[in-house]
């Protein structure tokens, strides 16, 4: 393994000071703000351009699961762990379609906000302490402690220092607001592009030298030759995987409860595009929706490629910890092979994509504590100057509650990007469940979105347990159960999504009609109406161009 050299030391200052000066001019030349304090604060009102919105909507969703995770998936499955970023490209079409016109109609700031206004109070706090919860003690965690774990292995620091060094620098970014972050996401989101794509490219470099040839095209050819299962798209029941990723459940199924959910109904993604217009909102996520489209090459390839590597020796046993193979060690031990220079930038690229992150985890948790609980329950005249101070406090505390309890979960042990899918994958039907019925059915009623809140998590749960108390056999050949090596029919992850979805929003609907259509039923009623799903020529071009290369992957690689 090499050490870094003065030079790749050299470029990372670079970037850290390009970023917190940039940080800084954006704070001083945008501090007049567009309206009241807290909503310029949190929201950005009015000041974000369509490029920044989509650049600061990836720059948040990629991050250390994503780099260390799925690049690991890469090289344990394969291709196929792309899905999730090659869906959540058509979703942000769709969520720019049909969700955002509701939002931003309905001069919605915040997810519990929405549910408030649709269902009541009792909903709306209910759900705003599961998600101040959920953001703290999973993503948060997880997003500081593996990009901590990646840097530490990179620059031979301590684990706690790393810690506190991406703590304090996304801190310190979050505390200047959301201009702050959607600016500096432009240039983050630079870094994770360029330092991704240099990474992919030297890495499929070292692929073509095992064959003693040049260049990333040729080590692209050679890798495609020679692990050709790994370019599978769609996996078959055979394959070891299939419980991960189970066959066209991935096109069809529980993947798209999976994006909805995650691209729709999340404070910390639809915060970026809630401050904006209809126009400029569209824009951002369709622009982000192109950039999603790059992110199998930067996260996805390195991993495939990590694997070619290992199968030819030349890794050694750099991929084994404890004598066995560990998938996350693929991106560390690329980066780590870089020659000097490019590993700085490589580096700057994994360290803007965590930073980046945790700065809008950091908003989204102040925005949702200030907003819904703060202001709504304990000081309801607090002035705009007490909010904006207030979610400065709330960001500081949330970091430190994450740097103390991030090293307790075993994060690093479960694998950040299954850690992540596993505790959200819980309350994902319920909460899309909830948000769709809320828009499209007038009907739906404040108990029947309490029976989404808690169905849906008892319902996972049940599926989850339900192989080791009794025999799923007989859902094996109807393809929602395989026979797993320890012998019992399991429901694959993303395929008790989708069961337990249905059945939440078939047990809304009986709610909802046994309660009768009352007007008490709605705090307020949603102004939707069929205009406010129209988009120009140009989103709709933009959006057949991503249905084309979507398909055109899928039918070359199935």
């Not at 979105?449 to 319902?459: E, N």
């Amino acid at each position: 393994m090499s050490t870094f050299s003065t030079l790749d030391v050299t470029v990372f200052l670079v970037y850290f000071i390009l970023v917190a000066g940039y940080g800084i001019w954006v704070f001083r030349r945008k501090q007049g703000g567009s309206g009241k304090a807290s909503h310029d604060y949190f929201l950005a009102e009015g000041s974000l351009t369509w490029w920044a919105i989509g650049a600061s909507l990836i720059a948040s969703n990629i991050s250390a699961e994503q780099f260390i995770g799925m690049s690991g998936s890469g090289f344990r499955i394969g291709m196929a762990i792309a899905v999730y970023e090659l869906m959540a490209a058509a979703t942000l079409v769709i969520v720019a379609v049909f969700f955002m016109p509701v939002y931003l109609k309905n001069r919605i700031y915040t997810m519990p906000q929405f549910l408030e206004q649709r269902y009541g109070k009792a909903v709306a706090t209910t759900m705003a302490l599961f998600w101040l919860g959920l953001y703290v003690v999973v993503n948060l965690t997880s997003i500081l402690y593996l990009g901590a774990l990646a840097i530490s292995s990179l620059s031979g620091i301590a684990l706690l220092p790393c810690m506190l060094f991406l703590a304090v620098f996304a801190a310190v970014i979050t505390l200047g607001g959301m201009k702050v972050i959607g600016y500096t996401d432009v240039v983050q989101v630079t870094c994770l592009v360029v330092g991704g794509l240099v990474t992919t490219w030297l890495a499929l470099d070292m692929v073509a030298a095992l064959a003693h040839k040049q260049g990333a095209l040729s080590g692209l050819s050679e890798l495609y030759a020679h692990t050709r299962d790994h370019f599978d798209m769609v996996l078959t029941r055979d394959n070891p995987n299939y419980m991960d990723l189970p066959g066209l459940s991935v096109l069809l199924g529980g993947m798209w409860i999976v994006n909805l959910n995650y691209w729709g109904c999340n404070q910390y993604i639809t915060q970026r595009a809630l401050g904006a217009d209809l126009p400029t909102a569209r824009k951002g996520l369709l622009f982000a929706a192109f950039l999603k489209l790059l992110m199998p090459v930067i996260v996805v390839l390195p991993g495939i490629a990590a694997y070619a590597l290992d199968k030819s020796g030349a890794l050694g046993d750099a991929m084994k910890v404890g004598g066995e193979i560990n998938p996350d060690r693929a991106y560390p031990i690329l980066l780590n092979l870089l020659p000097s220079g490019l590993k700085g930038i490589a580096f700057a690229a994994l360290t803007a994509a965590v930073v980046a992150s945790l700065a809008g985890k950091a908003n989204s948790i102040a925005t949702i504590f200030t907003l819904d609980i703060y202001n709504k329950a304990f000081n309801k005249q607090a002035s705009e100057q007490r909010m904006v101070w207030i979610g400065r406090v709330s960001v500081v505390v949330a970091m430190a509650l994450a740097v103390l309890i991030a090293p307790m979960l075993g994060i690093d042990k479960k694998g950040g990007f299954q850690y992540i899918q596993e505790y959200t994958g819980f309350v994902s039907p319920g909460i899309l469940a909830m948000f769709l019925l809320g828009f499209f059915w007038k009907r739906t009623t404040a108990g029947a979105a309490m029976f989404a809140t808690l169905g849906g998590l008892v319902g996972s749960i049940v599926l989850k347990f339900l192989p080791s108390m009794m025999d799923l056999s007989f859902l094996v050949p109807i393809g929602f159960a395989k026979v797993t090596a320890g012998g019992l029919a399991e429901i694959p992850f993303l395929d008790r999504m989708f069961i337990v979805f249905w059945v939440v929003v078939a047990g809304m609907v009986v709610i909802s009609k046994m309660a009768g259509v009352k007007r008490d039923n709605l705090s307020k009623p949603m102004h939707i109406d069929t205009s406010l799903f129209r988009v120009d020529g140009a989103f709709a071009l933009g959006s057949a161009v991503i249905a084309v290369a979507l398909t055109t992957i899928y039918s070359l690689w199935w």
